[in-house]
Nanobody, 125 residues
Framework: QVQLVESGGGLVQPGGSLRLSCAAS????????MGWFRQAPGKERETVAT????????YYADSVKGRFTISRDNAKKTVYLQMNSLKPEDTAVYYC??????????????????WGQGTQVTVSS
């Protein structure tokens, strides 16, 4: 099994930036797509961004396109989410996740099988 641990969340003012990290331990993530998702109170979990196993293909939700960047360092078994120009509507618990099938790109939360515990991001003045 793989263990995923998110970090980097916190309180930030509108327009600010945060960088989330997702560190994996246990089994490798190097041959798997990875994803960042978020869930705000009273709302369903939604895809923020996903990245393929090699880092050469990415997908972004329309709501974050141009503001967020997903990347990965397979040598460090870590996936990142750089969040710029943050808005109050970005407030949510952010999760990283890994699918069960390697070498396949995925886009929706239901395709991911292993989840971290989440990190809170609050955008407020």
């Amino acid at each position: 099994q793989v263990q995923l641990v998110e970090s980097g969340g916190g309180l930030v003012q509108p327009g600010g930036s945060l960088r989330l990290s997702c560190a994996a331990s246990g089994r490798t993530i190097n041959t798997y797509a990875m994803g960042w998702f978020r869930q705000a109170p009273g709302k369903e979990r939604e895809t923020v961004a996903t990245i393929n196993w090699s880092g050469t293909s990415t997908y972004y939700a329309d709501s974050v396109k141009g503001r967020f960047t997903i990347s990965r360092d397979n040598a460090k078994k870590t996936v990142y989410l750089q969040m710029n120009s943050l808005k109050p509507e970005d407030t949510a618990v952010y999760y990283c996740a890994k699918p069960d099938r390697p070498y396949t790109m995925y886009y929706t939360a239901s395709d991911f099988d292993f989840w971290g515990q989440g990190t809170q991001v609050t955008v407020s003045s």
